[in-house]
């Protein structure tokens, strides 16, 4: 770590500190990463059914995940009144702006795995 990234680092409040814990955490569950990823790639609403068959993954971690999601203010959940009755998911604005962050963090991980 470089000696100005030590500087940052040390001038964070413990309260942000906390938030990017927090973050890390979200985004290490199981298959996030990968809900947020095919969330981004569509940027239009997508069907709780469409999203599970596209993540690849049970239909209980994807409705957990949706669910963190949306209590992080990172998804919105829209159900229609129709019978059955159709749900919707949409990234936020915020979620939107996080996936720079994130494409670079891929970005990284792709660079060093090409050179191992």
Request: aromatic residues 6%; charged residues 25%.
């Amino acid at each position: 770590m470089t000696l100005e990234q030590t500087n940052r680092l040390n001038s964070m409040c413990e309260e942000a500190k906390e938030h990017v814990d927090e973050l890390l955490v979200l985004l290490s569950k199981s298959k996030m990463l990968n809900i947020l990823y095919v969330m981004n790639c569509d940027h239009t609403p997508i069907r709780f059914s469409e999203l599970k068959r596209r993540v690849e993954s049970s239909s209980t971690t994807v409705a957990r995940r949706l669910s963190e999601l949306e209590a992080h203010g990172l998804v919105i959940r829209t159900a229609y009144p129709t019978v059955p009755t159709t749900v919707e998911y949409a990234l936020t604005k915020d979620a939107i702006s996080l996936a720079p962050s994130l494409e670079s963090l891929f970005d990284w991980v792709l660079d060093r795995a090409d050179r191992q």
